[in-house]
Nanobody, 117 residues
Framework: QVQLVESGGGLVQPGGSLRLSCAAS????????MRWYRQAPGMERDVVAM???????NYANSVNGRFTISSDNAKNTMHLQMNSLQPEDTAVYYC???????????WGQGTQVTVSS
């Protein structure tokens, strides 16, 4: 069965860094469009970053220049390196995998990131 498992969240001070991981099983991530989303309390779930099977990336304006998405295909794991974290980055972060052609996809369970002094 398909599983996406996020890890690496936690509590960090403003200006700090965290590296999130999304370990996949049951699918090969190099065949999917992979995304990181986040959802803050009372807010919509918004896309943060995306990586395509060809290696192309896109970022939300709010994180561009601070976050880096990457895929380790040998380990079938996606990462999100988050630098210069600010309180407004506080949210539950989710990974997703979408099939090419819009045939559906999968979600992880989420990992909490809290940025606070």
């Amino acid at each position: 069965q398909v599983q996406l498992v996020e890890s690496g969240g936690g509590l960090v001070q403003p200006g700090g860094s965290l590296r999130l991981s999304c370990a996949a099983s049951g699918i090969t991530i190099s065949q999917y469009i992979m995304r990181w989303y986040r959802q803050a309390p009372g807010m919509e779930r918004d896309v943060v970053a995306m990586i395509t099977p060809a290696g192309g990336t896109n970022y939300a304006n709010s994180v561009n220049g601070r976050f880096t998405i990457s895929s380790d295909n040998a380990k079938n794991t996606m990462h999100l390196q988050m630098n210069s974290l600010q309180p407004e980055d506080t949210a539950v972060y989710y990974c997703s995998a979408d099939q090419l052609g819009g045939r559906g996809g999968y979600w992880g369970q989420g990992t909490q990131v809290t940025v606070s002094s």
